[in-house]
């Protein structure tokens, strides 16, 4: 049972990242992507069903940021495009009860099972 993440770096205001989680043993749980800025919460940013492919985001991210799942790949992706300096954080996916996750899939508790983090850093 894992989640293994990819991707992350450096980055200029209005470039693009993508980042890569690789689960395993999370058949039937939502994936999410939350981040932690420092001093800040642990904030969900958006997250995708694996029941239906439903997808949410925070308004912070929508229009901007893209999460995908390749089913055959078992693996789960964000694609970040027009990054800001407010974007800068340490990135994490994580795998939660479905139900949890569609009802406060924006709150770090709704998630039981976490990748090791990926630090985002976005320059001006």
């Known amino acids: 049972v894992q989640l293994v993440q990819s991707g992350g770096g450096l980055v200029q205001a209005g470039g693009s990242l993508r980042l890569s989680c690789a689960t395993s043993g999370y058949d039937g749980y939502a994936i999410g992507w939350l981040r932690q800025a420092p001093g800040k919460e642990r904030e969900g940013i958006s997250y995708i069903s694996s029941l239906d492919g439903t997808t949410y985001y925070a308004d912070s991210v929508k229009g901007r940021f893209t999460i995908s799942n390749d089913n055959a790949k078992k693996t789960v992706y964000l694609q970040m495009n027009n990054l800001k300096p407010e974007d800068t954080a340490v990135y994490y996916c994580?795998?939660?009860?479905?139900?949890?996750?569609?009802?406060?899939?924006?709150?770090?508790?709704?998630?039981?099972?976490w990748g090791q983090g990926t630090q985002v850093t976005v320059s001006a």
């Open positions: 994580a795998a939660g009860e479905e139900a949890w996750v569609r009802a406060r899939g924006d709150f770090h508790g709704a998630y039981d099972f």
